[in-house]
């Protein structure tokens, strides 16, 4: 049977189950089933975004699951994000409404400004998804549009009903302060190797949710062969984590996923491996000891993997500057 998954409680009034399923890097041939799967599995959150390219399978999977009576659309918490090029306001409802196409369904509950730095619009009939670069090559162009201009737009979209919930991610502090009275939830990258203590007690102070993204630290930048995740320790190898799982019996990674949430805070892993899916969801089945928590918070190391200059030679886009 599926673990009861504990929620947290948006400035919205919404329940947001506190363990979801990451849905980037999944690929497109194998991202309906996975999706599928993870509703089979128990995950009730799947969180998505224009720039993975992969909302249209998204929304396969998500379809099965219902006809094959798995779940009801009303029992998922499904996220998006608005990609940069999108951030003009008159680009939000039209994208949105695509994203919403894609995934076959009328509403999100919750969609997320994916990083600050409005770009210049790139029509979907050009390149979807545009990622970073305006001719698709190298070429950055920002726009003048500025945020609280994009933030109205996302307002709208809660009073048209395209989405429940609206919020950020890769804000950091300052941005926040301006933005406080609109009541955002934030998504961040969050691991031990890059704790934010700052930023976690701004959010509690301030009653955002916040949602912990890349958990597990260097292990999803593998794959983009970054020097610095390949030299760190892999954070389920790490003495300490390793020491702590084997004290209660669980996985490292069922440890760095309850080291996010038994601070309150959301996560998203994402896995194609099935058996790694049911870990996941499993992880706040037991609790960390104050110390532990202490122990794994000490690795603090302030490293950051996902920002732009970490993927292309850039001099134009420093958004953790
Ligand atoms: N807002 C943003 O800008 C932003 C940025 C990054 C990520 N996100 C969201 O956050 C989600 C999670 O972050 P992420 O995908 O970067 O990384 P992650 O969930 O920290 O790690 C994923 C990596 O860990 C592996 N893995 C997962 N569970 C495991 C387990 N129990 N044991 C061993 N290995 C395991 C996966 O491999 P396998 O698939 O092979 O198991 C994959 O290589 C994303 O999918 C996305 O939805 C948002």
Redesign the pocket.
């Known amino acids: 049977m599926a673990p009861t998954i504990p929620t947290l409680k948006l400035n919205s009034g919404a329940d947001m189950p506190q363990v979801g399923f990451?849905?980037?890097?999944v690929d497109n041939g194998i991202c309906a089933d996975v999706v599928y799967n993870a509703i089979k599995t128990g995950y009730r959150l799947l969180?998505g975004a224009c720039d993975y390219g992969n909302e249209k399978e998204c929304g396969e999977g998500v379809a099965r699951a219902i006809k094959d009576g798995l779940v009801k659309r009303e029992e998922l918490f499904i996220v998006s994000?608005l990609w940069p090029t999108f951030q003009d306001p008159e680009q939000v409802a039209p994208v949105v409404k695509k994203q919403l196409a894609d995934w076959q369904i009328d509403h999100f509950d919750l969609y997320l400004m994916?990083f600050p730095g409005a770009l210049k619009f790139v029509d979907p009939s050009v390149r979807y998804p545009p990622g970073w670069h305006y001719d698709g090559k190298s070429q950055i162009v920002k726009s003048k549009t500025t945020i609280q201009e994009t933030w109205r737009a996302m307002e709208s979209l809660v009073d048209q009903g395209l989405t429940k919930a609206i919020g950020v991610?890769?804000f950091q502090a300052q941005l926040l302060y301006d933005m406080l009275r609109y009541a955002p939830t934030l998504?961040v990258?969050h691991h031990p190797y890059l704790v934010q203590q700052e930023l976690i007690n701004l959010v509690k102070s301030e009653g955002i949710q916040m949602t912990a993204?890349?958990?597990?630290g260097p292990?999803?930048f593998l794959e983009f062969h970054f020097k610095h995740a390949e030299k760190l320790v892999p954070l389920?190898q790490d003495p300490t984590v390793l020491s702590i799982a084997v004290k209660h019996d669980k996985?490292p990674?069922q440890v760095l996923l309850r080291w996010v949430t038994q601070r309150g805070i959301a996560v998203?892993?994402?896995?194609?491996?099935p058996e790694?899916m049911a870990?996941?969801l499993a992880c706040c089945t037991f609790d960390l000891d104050e110390e532990d928590i202490k122990q794994i918070t000490a690795k603090d190391a302030n490293i950051r993997f996902?920002q732009p200059h970490n993927y292309f030679e850039t001099d134009k886009m420093w958004i953790f500057g």
Request: hydrophobic share 25%.
């Open positions: 990451g849905l980037w890097k969180d994000k994916h991610s890769n998504q990258e993204y890349s958990t597990f292990a999803s389920m996985k990674s998203i892993p994402k896995s194609t491996n790694f870990e996941n996902n």
